[in-house]
């Protein structure tokens, strides 16, 4: 709460790549108070802190899973277990991440579809997990936001187990200028957005989107 009695939403960020650092500079662009975290240490990250301005500070993985009441998880899928668990767990999770082999080393479960990537993850830390942002190139992520009530806006496709987890990042990517589109749980849904998938990589409307994630 600011000294009005208003309430700041607190937007943890670990991992301060492009779709990490993109989402930063948009929830502080809208006032949001943004604590960003990379693998390397808050000062690291002093010259895009101050490049981005506004409420966004530079911690620690473990401070920024502690601040955010949502947490964004932006880091290469392959190295999700050095993740925080204790101040992640129950808390809502946005996973940005994608499963590529030839980064991550080949995982066999994920490789035989047994699994996602994004389950994995939700078991590890035990969050209210919801993937999205996984699917938008992160230049069309920063250039194509859109006032609320605009034609051209682009959509995010989402999926996750807790409805109520789901409803709040689907307003977050309102907030931000984009549609949320929902695609159901984690697992069957969020192998509709993952890589290969149709709508992944693509640029499309909320409409289009939702008939191409509903396709029989």
């Not at 895009?48 to 920024?64: F, H, Q």
């Not at 955010?68 to 277990?81: C, F, K, L, M, N």
């Not at 749980?185 to 499309?204: D, F, N, W």
Request: glycine share 12%; net charge negative.
């Amino acid at each position: 709460m600011d000294e009005e009695g208003e309430h700041t939403v607190r937007i943890g960020i670990i991992g301060a790549g492009r779709i990490g650092s993109t989402l930063a500079r948009h929830f502080a662009a809208i006032g949001y108070d943004v604590a960003l975290a990379n693998s390397r240490g808050p000062d690291t990250l002093a010259d895009l802190v101050a490049d981005i301005g506004g409420p966004i500070r530079a911690v620690t993985a473990e401070e920024a899973a502690r601040f955010g009441e949502a947490v964004v998880v932006s880091i290469p899928y392959g190295r999700y277990q050095e993740l925080p668990t204790e101040p992640l767990r129950g808390k809502v999770v946005i996973d940005t991440c994608n499963y590529y082999p030839e980064r991550d080393g080949h995982d066999p479960e994920l490789d035989g579809d047994a699994t996602t990537s994004s389950e994995k993850i939700q078991a590890h830390t035990g969050a209210n997990l919801v993937k999205a942002f996984n699917a938008i190139y992160w230049e069309n992520l920063r250039d194509h936001a859109r006032p609320q009530g605009a034609t051209d806006r682009v959509a995010i496709p989402l999926s996750g187990n807790d409805e109520e987890a789901k409803a709040a990042v689907a307003g977050l990517i309102r907030d931000i200028g984009f549609d949320a589109v929902d695609a159901g749980h984690l697992g069957e849904g969020g192998r509709k957005h993952q890589p290969g998938s149709r709508v992944y990589a693509t640029e499309m409307s909320s409409a289009e989107t939702s008939a191409l994630l509903h396709v029989a």
